[in-house]
């Protein structure tokens, strides 16, 4: 069963990324530029399971020639569980730290741009290594860009407390269409399958088995489907309406519905405020249930693989001053940004966010 | 069979070609300046001029700017002028930016998107050489640091021949 | 094959706005606003699939995707 929806998988994953290919290949346009800058972030995350993540990262965008670019990522989350995964044997809580790194390199030829990059993450009973490449293509003076992409992963989840570790390999790839609409309405269009092989259980995690708290037992291969679509719009009077719509559906029969929209308003030429609000609503999987009896081949109690719906609030300031930031200390072009978000399910799971972002623009070569 | 179909159909997708470095006369603008009053680029044939089409929007043009400016700065006495064309939409944008910086560069103001029509623009920002006799000489699309060097030699060699 | 027709759809979708009225380079001042990107602030949009990943079933959607992490 498994081995031949992987059979019918992987022409669709080959087919969908030679096609963007063979449409960027193809004459066109134009080529965009994503401009080189610095970012430092701070990051930081509490929720009602008791899990708090602290996490600064720096991301670098670089180009050597007006060809060729490097973009590298660096991060850390500190975090500290008081879960009731976490305080069933460690009563004053667990404390894990995250370590990732990403590096990838960018070629321009005309009006193709060609990356290939990695990632590197590495935490406590968790190793994740992921290699990628994409290639986008504008047409119609700017006006239309595709592009596609394919990474592939292996991880190796450790099934603590349990000393060995499992394998699990992940390949996914992605076609997007972006497209100008009019001079104040841009529109993205994507598609993305994905499988996954290999150990898909949580092993932290305990369903209740007969009564028995037993660690859950999840299929080894899944198979996943996303579509977006995305929207920005410009209004009159210095305001842009954002909306984001994203469908998803795999063969553990989960099903979701991700939307979004957001509103932002200059109220000075250098400072922006966005609110945005997010609605989320799943299924559960096929194999989703409070408890279980008998012999099941598969339970849970991975709370992600339940029904449920949640709300996501946003609010997020940006300060971009003209001349410079912090009276000489930056460059001009700078800015900095202020988020704060508030996520509340109806499960009764609620989650906080606050985030803050210095940007720093570098020369162009 | 249908993905290998709209391959074909994508692939045989009609070529944009790519503006050509070619000998031809200039097209004709009048634009107003900063000052007010129009500035036709007809009147100033007999010298070499440097046709810039920038935006306030545009982040490599803010770069551009004062580069041009210090290009007019070393070249005018020796008959060179700079026509920085402006096609902001709204001219607040474009006369702050220009509030912060000093330049002796000629701007002139297009919202409407004229100039660029004409000279068939591809891309911010775009500029162009044009020669004593009003035949555009060179175009160039995009600006970096390294781009100085070449336009100076360029400039150098249409400063050298006969009117 | 459902999904074979959606992009073959998407494809089509592609080929055809090659002929849809086109923008200016010079018009895109509005499109060139940090608030028409579509993530302006990579970092913030990345933290935030993250925490969603490991919080949510669903996932993706956003382009390449990283390993996962063993988040509780």
């Keep these: ?365 | 069979m249908r993905a290998v179909a709209s391959l074909l159909f994508l692939l045989g997708l009609s070529t944009q070609a790519f503006a050509q470095d070619a000998i031809t006369p200039a097209p004709a603008i009048e634009l107003p300046a900063e000052a007010g009053a129009p500035i036709a680029l007809a009147s100033l044939k007999g010298k070499v001029v440097l046709i810039d089409v920038w935006a306030s929007w545009c982040v490599p043009c803010k770069a551009a700017f004062p580069a041009y400016d210090e290009m007019y700065r070393k070249y005018k006495d020796r008959g060179f002028e700079v026509l920085a064309v402006n096609v902001d939409e709204k001219r607040a944008d474009a006369e702050r930016f220009l509030r912060d910086r000093r330049h002796v560069l000629k701007v002139v103001f297009d919202p409407k998107g004229e100039a660029p029509l004409k000279f068939k623009v591809r891309g911010m920002p775009t500029s162009y050489l044009v020669d004593k006799r009003g035949n555009i000489r060179f175009a160039h699309e995009g600006f970096t640091a390294k781009d100085v060097a070449l336009y100076e030699r360029r400039i150098e060699a249409l400063l050298a021949e006969a009117p | 094959m459902r999904h074979l027709l959606l992009v073959v759809a998407l494809a089509a979708v592609a080929a055809s706005s090659t002929a849809c009225a086109t923008v200016k380079p010079w018009q895109r001042g509005q499109l060139a606003n940090r608030c028409m990107q579509f993530d302006p602030d990579g970092g913030f949009a990345a933290f935030r699939g993250h925490w969603q990943e490991s919080r949510e079933g669903a996932s993706g959607g956003s382009g390449l995707q990283g390993g996962g992490c063993g988040c509780k």
Aim: charged share 20%; aromatic share 14%; glycine share 8%.
């Design chain 1, 1 to 365: 069963m498994a081995a031949s929806r992987l059979r019918q998988a992987l022409p669709l994953l080959l087919g969908g990324v030679i096609l963007a290919g063979a449409v960027a290949w193809s004459r066109g346009a134009v080529a965009q530029q994503q401009e080189p800058a610095l970012n430092i972030q701070f990051h930081g995350f509490t929720d009602s399971r008791g899990v708090t993540v602290l996490s600064p990262t720096v991301d670098l965008d670089r180009d050597f020639t007006d060809r060729t670019g490097l973009r590298f990522r660096f991060g850390v989350d500190a975090i500290s569980a008081a879960s009731d995964s976490c305080i069933r044997c460690h009563a004053e809580g667990a404390h894990n730290q995250r370590v990732y790194t990403s590096a990838s390199f960018v070629r321009k030829y005309g009006d193709t741009a060609v990356t290939v990059g990695g990632e590197i993450s590495k935490e406590q009973f968790y190793l994740a290594n992921t290699a990628m490449t994409s290639i986008s293509r504008t047409f119609n003076d700017a006006n239309t860009t595709v592009a596609g992409g394919y990474s592939f992963s292996w991880n190796r989840p450790t099934l603590h407390p349990a000393e060995f570790a499992e394998n699990q390999f992940a390949q996914n790839a992605y076609v997007s269409l972006t497209q100008t609409l009019t001079r104040s309405t841009i529109a993205q269009f994507g598609y993305e399958i994905s499988t996954v092989n290999g150990y898909q259980s949580n092993p932290f995690l305990r369903a209740l088995l007969n009564g028995v708290r037993t660690v859950g037992e999840a299929p080894d291969h899944r198979l996943r489907h996303t579509l977006t679509a995305r929207l920005r719009q410009a209004l009159p009077k210095d305001t842009y309406l954002e909306g984001d719509y994203r469908y998803y559906t795999d063969d553990w029969d989960l099903t979701a519905h991700s939307f979004s929209v957001g509103l932002s308003h200059y109220f000075t030429p250098h400072l922006s405020v966005t609110g945005t609000y997010r609605q989320h609503s799943q299924t559960g999987t096929y194999f989703y249930a409070p408890a279980y009896t008998g012999s099941p081949e598969f339970f849970t109690a991975d709370f992600r693989l339940f029904p449920f719906d949640s709300k996501l609030y946003t609010g997020r300031v940006v300060y971009t001053p003209e001349g410079r930031l912090f009276s000489g200390m930056f460059p001009e072009g700078s800015g900095v940004t202020f988020q704060y978000e508030y996520y509340n399910a109806d499960n009764g799971f609620e989650a906080l966010t606050v985030s803050t972002g210095l940007r720093i623009p570098l020369k162009r070569r």
